[in-house]
């Protein structure tokens, strides 16, 4: 029987879905004309018509933030063909066509650029709350001859509104389930004829939707964003902007749902766990300065300079074991202290027959990481007796003490002629065999009944547990690992420092060549030049306690020194530079007034860097990635501008391909981050497609289909096997389908916007992942893993005939689509505890807007 609440969420739901257009029934009248609006992008550091621009750009703008509430980059993937998002806010990463961000270490870099404000943002700063923001633009393939550094797959450009002459202001409020409460104002007005200011601020905090038993909820959001831009018009041809940027972000650690026998339950859906991670948390401090010098010369020549510095402090500490077993326990915490100064100087030419733009940009970034890893007393005792447990010499230790004890016993026996001497070696090997089944079958040291057999098994007694026990072992044994239930509880961190300066400077020119009134060739040439400095420090354990006298000091069990980590105060150093000419060549033909199509060829580069956890690196860094786009493109407005379309054909190669990768070598206890190179091939082909059946209907379309062939240098995966990783594949199904109504109403007007987000889910093929795990002694599947996506969206909203008051009705996943990943964890292989993720649920809410 379904019970009240869920047929009210339910019914509620389909309210919004079903009957959205019908509230807007009464009010019919005549038909409020929607259209094809001209979207304006800089993509080639000037304004144009995106439908002019010879790249395969998409653009989600304010009415599209508006529609879909979204927030963050992470919000609107779903809605740009071959644009994908993922990661949390501190660990953003960016993919275009299928090429993303190798890892999160400190001394690599992205392969999809970002920038905000004309200024370029590191990883960590990419996902910018998307207060009083204009536009965002999605440039695909290499864009690195325009936006230099680490386009080499593509750029991201977010675009905020500017100050301007008008007197305006808004304050609005977004309302909804799980305490959604999210409020924004904006104030601009002229303070003179020549001066304007513009000031906004956004507030957005919602309640998590996984209830946590043992810590803070997981999805809890708490983001304070605000701007404030000042332009001086100082003459008519010239002007400064000046804006200072501030974000606080304090957000629960990702979602870490616990799959195994010590997890809460079986049912990730029930949306509760036992996630007992210490003082988990996702935070940032962020704040930047930007000045904008504007010049015009005459109608042909002008000039603009870019100057930002941007500073951030970040924390990420998530739980690693899905359990509050303080036995299994592990968390991550990925720390970094940064900031860059920005720097980019173009002159740009406008002529009949010639425009192209030539510049310079600098830039400085300081980067500070600390990555720590934080078990237990309890957890790493875990690990020590397993390590005991399996150790060789141990076991023949026993092994030959069980023989040699039971010969004495049996020998008066064999003297007396009551057995053979094959006999007794018989019965002393079964003996030892026992006594190594017994040595197999201890779980925990600190568990009363696995203490007294492994102290039996070690020939001195069943000893009581005071830690003074456990010292005369360890004594005996010759570590300092094996210690006692005082430490129960108490923290064991290990770090590994990283301190970095990466210095950027590139020259450019790009020219657009009008050769007749049809046909234009485009050109464009960049060197640039990357030099990192960079450092690693392993400082050891954080535990309080004491060598035992004759054993070695505490050593790490994760970063050790037996993985290649050199333990100490010795700082690692390593500097490498790396330069590369990129550039591309177009040819543009306009079929018509309304449809053009274009041919290009264009390179791009990603500097090679170091992996923060490997230092290996120092003396062989990640090789640079290097990328050749070929893509054939159309886009243009048919049947009397009642249809656009875009439509790009892509075959994108990357040789020294960046890729992270879970790996255990030989004699390395845990599996590490690792990065590797490889080459991979991409083609296919991405859709855009707007059409207006009707002046009061939009009907659209964007999807893509990908093939990829990838080759990978050998390397030992997660469980220590070798790989010698070659991958074809196709991208699954995936679609996004949007509605728009207009029509107009007797008091205001009325949209309905709703949209249906597929993609198809072929994780099941996959030969790693895990769909099932043992808990119980019952081979247990993962609900709902492999389900393909479907996600229903709507929004009905009212805007009151003098503008001022808007009011909206709006629900996402109305269909409560269930969707799990793999299992996976850094805890898996050793503890038997992972995790995984689950979709968000269905939300719904109010939108409330006063426009002045």
Same mark, same amino acid.
């Given at each position: 029987?379904?019970?009240?609440?869920?047929?009210?969420?339910?019914?509620?739901?389909?309210?919004? =879905?079903?009957?959205?257009?019908l509230a807007a029934a009464p009010y019919l009248a005549l038909a409020e004309t929607l259209a094809l609006e001209e979207v304006v992008v800089?993509?080639?550091?000037?304004?144009?018509?995106?439908?002019?621009?010879?790249?395969?750009?998409?653009?989600?703008?304010?009415?599209?933030?508006?529609?879909?509430?979204?927030?963050?980059?992470?919000d609107i993937d779903a809605y740009i063909p071959g644009f994908d998002v993922g990661g949390g806010v501190t660990q953003s990463t960016l993919?275009?066509?299928?090429?993303?961000? +190798?890892?999160?270490?400190?001394?690599?870099?992205?392969?999809?650029?970002?920038?905000?404000?004309?200024?370029?943002?590191?990883?960590?700063?990419?996902?910018?709350?998307?207060?009083?923001?204009?536009?965002?633009?999605?440039?695909?393939?290499?864009?690195?001859?325009?936006? /230099?550094?680490?386009?080499?797959?593509? =750029?991201?450009?977010? *675009?905020?509104?500017?100050?301007?002459?008008?007197?305006?202001?808004?304050?609005?409020? $977004?309302?909804?389930?799980?305490?959604?409460?999210?409020?924004?104002?904006?104030?601009?007005?002229?303070?003179?004829?020549?001066?304007?200011?513009?000031?906004?601020?956004?507030?957005?905090?919602?309640?998590?939707?996984?209830?946590?038993?043992?810590?803070?909820?997981?999805?809890?959001?708490?983001?304070?964003?605000?701007?404030?831009?000042?332009? !001086?018009?100082?003459?008519?041809?010239?002007?400064?902007?000046?804006?200072?940027?501030?974000?606080?972000?304090?957000?629960?650690?990702?979602?870490?749902?616990?799959?195994?026998?010590?997890?809460?339950?079986? @049912?990730?859906?029930?949306?509760?766990?036992?996630?007992?991670?210490?003082? /988990?948390?996702?935070?940032?401090?962020?704040?930047?300065?930007?000045?904008?010098?504007?010049?015009?010369?005459?109608?042909?020549?002008?000039? $603009?300079?870019?100057?930002?510095?941007?500073?951030?402090?970040?924390?990420?500490?998530?739980?690693?074991?899905?359990?509050?077993?303080?036995?299994?326990?592990?968390?991550?915490?990925?720390?970094?202290?940064?900031?860059?100064?920005?720097?980019?100087?173009?002159?740009?030419?406008?002529?009949?027959?010639?425009?192209?733009?030539?510049?310079?940009?600098?830039?400085?970034?300081?980067?500070?990481?600390?990555?720590?890893?934080?078990?237990?007393?309890?957890?790493?005792?875990?690990?020590?007796?397993?390590?005991?447990?399996?150790? +060789?010499?141990?076991?023949?230790?026993?092994?030959?003490?069980?023989?040699?004890?039971?010969?004495?016993?049996?020998? #008066?026996?064999?003297?007396?002629?009551?057995?053979?001497?094959?006999?007794?070696?018989?019965?002393?090997?079964?003996?030892?065999?026992?006594?190594?089944?017994?040595?197999?079958?201890?779980?925990?040291? %600190?568990?009363?009944?696995?203490?007294?057999?492994?102290?039996?098994?070690?020939?001195?007694? #069943?000893?009581?547990?005071?830690?003074?026990?456990?010292?005369?072992?360890?004594?005996?044994?010759?570590?300092?690992?094996?210690?006692?239930?005082?430490?129960?509880?108490?923290? %064991?961190?290990?770090?590994?420092?990283?301190?970095? $300066?990466?210095?950027?400077?590139?020259?450019?020119?790009?020219?657009?060549?009008?050769?007749?009134?049809?046909?234009?060739?485009?050109?464009?040439?960049?060197?640039?030049?990357?030099?990192?400095?960079?450092? !690693?420090?392993?400082?050891?354990?954080?535990?309080?306690?004491?060598?035992?006298?004759?054993?070695?000091?505490?050593?790490?069990?994760?970063?050790?020194?037996?993985?290649?980590?050199?333990?100490?105060?010795?700082?690692?150093?390593?500097?490498?530079? %790396?330069?590369?000419?990129?550039?591309?060549?177009?040819?543009?033909?306009?079929?018509?007034?309304?449809?053009?199509?274009?041919?290009?060829?264009?390179?791009?580069?990603?500097?090679?860097?170091?992996?923060?956890? @490997?230092?290996?690196?120092?003396?062989?860094?990640?090789?640079?990635?290097? *990328?050749?786009?070929?893509?054939?493109?159309?886009?243009?407005?048919?049947?009397?501008?009642?249809?656009?379309?875009?439509?790009?054909?892509?075959?994108?190669?990357?040789?020294?391909?960046?890729?992270?990768?879970?790996?255990?070598?030989?004699?390395?206890?845990?599996?590490?981050?690792?990065?590797?190179?490889?080459?991979?091939?991409?083609?296919?082909?991405?859709?855009?497609? @707007?059409?207006?059946?009707?002046?009061?209907?939009?009907?659209?379309?964007?999807?893509?289909?990908?093939?990829?062939?990838?080759? %990978?240098?050998?390397?030992?995966?997660?469980? /220590?096997?070798?790989?010698?990783?070659?991958?074809?594949?196709?991208?699954?199904?995936?679609?996004?389908?949007?509605?728009?109504?207009?029509?107009? *109403?007797?008091? /205001?007007?009325?949209?309905?916007?709703?949209?249906?987000?597929?993609?198809?889910?072929?994780?099941?093929?996959?030969?790693?992942?895990?769909?099932?795990?043992?808990?119980?002694?019952?081979?247990?599947?993962?609900?709902?893993?492999?389900?393909?996506?479907?996600?229903?969206?709507?929004?009905?909203?009212?805007?009151?005939?003098?503008?001022?008051?808007?009011?909206?009705?709006?629900?996402?996943?109305?269909?409560?689509?269930?969707?799990?990943?793999?299992?996976?964890?850094?805890?898996?292989?050793?503890?038997?505890?992972?995790?995984?993720?689950?979709? =968000?649920?269905?939300?719904?809410?109010?939108?409330?807007?006063?426009?002045?």
């Amino acid at each position: 029987m379904r019970s009240p609440a869920r047929f009210t969420q339910t019914r509620l739901s389909l309210t919004i =879905a079903l009957l959205c257009p019908l509230a807007a029934a009464p009010y019919l009248a005549l038909a409020e004309t929607l259209a094809l609006e001209e979207v304006v992008v800089t993509a080639q550091k000037r304004e144009q018509n995106a439908m002019d621009v010879p790249i395969a750009v998409n653009t989600f703008s304010n009415k599209d933030m508006a529609n879909t509430g979204a927030l963050t980059l992470s919000d609107i993937d779903a809605y740009i063909p071959g644009f994908d998002v993922g990661g949390g806010v501190t660990q953003s990463t960016l993919s275009i066509r299928g090429v993303t961000s +190798p890892s999160i270490s400190a001394g690599g870099d992205p392969s999809v650029a970002a920038f905000y404000d004309d200024a370029y943002l590191p990883s960590a700063a990419t996902t910018i709350a998307f207060s009083d923001m204009a536009q965002v633009d999605v440039l695909k393939g290499p864009q690195g001859t325009l936006f /230099g550094r680490n386009a080499a797959a593509g =750029a991201v450009v977010m *675009v905020p509104n500017k100050p301007s002459e008008e007197l305006e202001a808004f304050v609005s409020a $977004k309302l909804g389930n799980y305490g959604l409460v999210r409020t924004e104002a904006m104030f601009n007005a002229p303070l003179s004829d020549a001066v304007y200011l513009r000031a906004n601020i956004l507030s957005n905090q919602r309640d998590g939707y996984v209830d946590n038993v043992a810590g803070r909820d997981s999805g809890e959001q708490d983001t304070l964003n605000a701007r404030l831009a000042l332009l !001086w018009n100082i003459t008519e041809a010239t002007s400064l902007q000046v804006s200072y940027d501030w974000d606080k972000v304090d957000n629960s650690p990702r979602t870490a749902i616990g799959f195994s026998d010590r997890a809460l339950n079986t @049912d990730p859906f029930s949306r509760k766990v036992a996630n007992d991670v210490i003082n /988990g948390e996702e935070t940032r401090d962020m704040y930047a300065v930007s000045t904008k010098l504007m010049h015009q010369f005459n109608d042909q020549f002008s000039l $603009k300079w870019i100057n930002s510095y941007r500073a951030f402090e970040t924390t990420n500490r998530e739980e690693e074991d899905g359990t509050a077993d303080a036995t299994a326990y592990l968390d991550t915490n990925n720390i970094f202290d940064n900031d860059i100064l920005y720097e980019e100087l173009q002159l740009n030419f406008t002529g009949d027959t010639f425009s192209g733009v030539v510049g310079v940009n600098y830039s400085v970034e300081n980067v500070n990481q600390t990555t720590r890893v934080t078990a237990l007393g309890d957890s790493v005792t875990t690990l020590v007796t397993q390590d005991l447990t399996s150790n +060789p010499m141990l076991q023949g230790m026993i092994y030959q003490g069980t023989v040699a004890a039971v010969n004495q016993q049996t020998a #008066p026996a064999v003297q007396a002629g009551f057995m053979t001497q094959a006999e007794a070696d018989a019965i002393a090997a079964a003996q030892a065999e026992q006594s190594l089944a017994a040595l197999n079958a201890i779980d925990h040291l %600190w568990n009363p009944n696995d203490w007294a057999t492994f102290t039996t098994l070690l020939g001195v007694g #069943p000893l009581p547990q005071d830690d003074v026990y456990y010292d005369a072992v360890a004594q005996s044994l010759g570590t300092s690992m094996l210690f006692g239930l005082s430490h129960a509880g108490q923290a %064991w961190q290990e770090s590994v420092l990283n301190e970095g $300066k990466f210095v950027n400077y590139g020259l450019f020119a790009d020219g657009e060549f009008t050769l007749t009134d049809d046909f234009r060739v485009l050109a464009g040439l960049r060197y640039s030049n990357d030099k990192k400095d960079f450092s !690693w420090q392993v400082p050891g354990v954080n535990f309080d306690r004491a060598t035992v006298p004759g054993t070695a000091p505490i050593e790490p069990v994760v970063f050790r020194a037996g993985d290649g980590y050199v333990v100490g105060d010795q700082i690692i150093n390593a500097s490498e530079t %790396w330069r590369k000419v990129t550039g591309r060549l177009v040819g543009q033909y306009d079929i018509n007034d309304d449809v053009m199509t274009f041919l290009s060829y264009a390179t791009g580069y990603k500097s090679g860097g170091f992996d923060s956890l @490997d230092q290996s690196t120092a003396d062989t860094p990640i090789k640079p990635e290097e *990328v050749t786009n070929i893509e054939l493109g159309i886009k243009g407005d048919l049947f009397d501008g009642k249809a656009r379309v875009q439509f790009s054909y892509f075959d994108m190669a990357i040789d020294g391909r960046q890729r992270s990768v879970e790996s255990k070598p030989p004699g390395q206890v845990n599996a590490l981050p690792r990065v590797i190179n490889g080459d991979q091939q991409f083609n296919g082909f991405e859709i855009t497609f @707007d059409w207006l059946p009707t002046d009061t209907v939009r009907l659209g379309l964007v999807t893509t289909v990908r093939d990829q062939e990838s080759s %990978w240098e050998p390397f030992y995966n997660a469980i /220590g096997e070798l790989q010698s990783d070659k991958e074809t594949g196709t991208t699954d199904t995936a679609y996004t389908l949007t509605f728009d109504w207009a029509p107009e *109403v007797s008091v /205001g007007s009325i949209n309905w916007h709703a949209d249906y987000v597929y993609a198809e889910n072929s994780a099941e093929s996959d030969p790693a992942a895990i769909t099932s795990v043992n808990i119980g002694g019952v081979d247990t599947p993962i609900p709902y893993f492999g389900e393909d996506a479907k996600r229903l969206n709507s929004r009905l909203s009212w805007t009151s005939n003098n503008g001022h008051y808007e009011l909206a009705l709006w629900g996402h996943n109305l269909l409560d689509n269930k969707v799990t990943n793999s299992l996976g964890g850094r805890t898996l292989d050793v503890f038997g505890t992972g995790y995984l993720d689950i979709s =968000a649920p269905r939300t719904y809410g109010i939108d409330l807007r006063y426009n002045l």
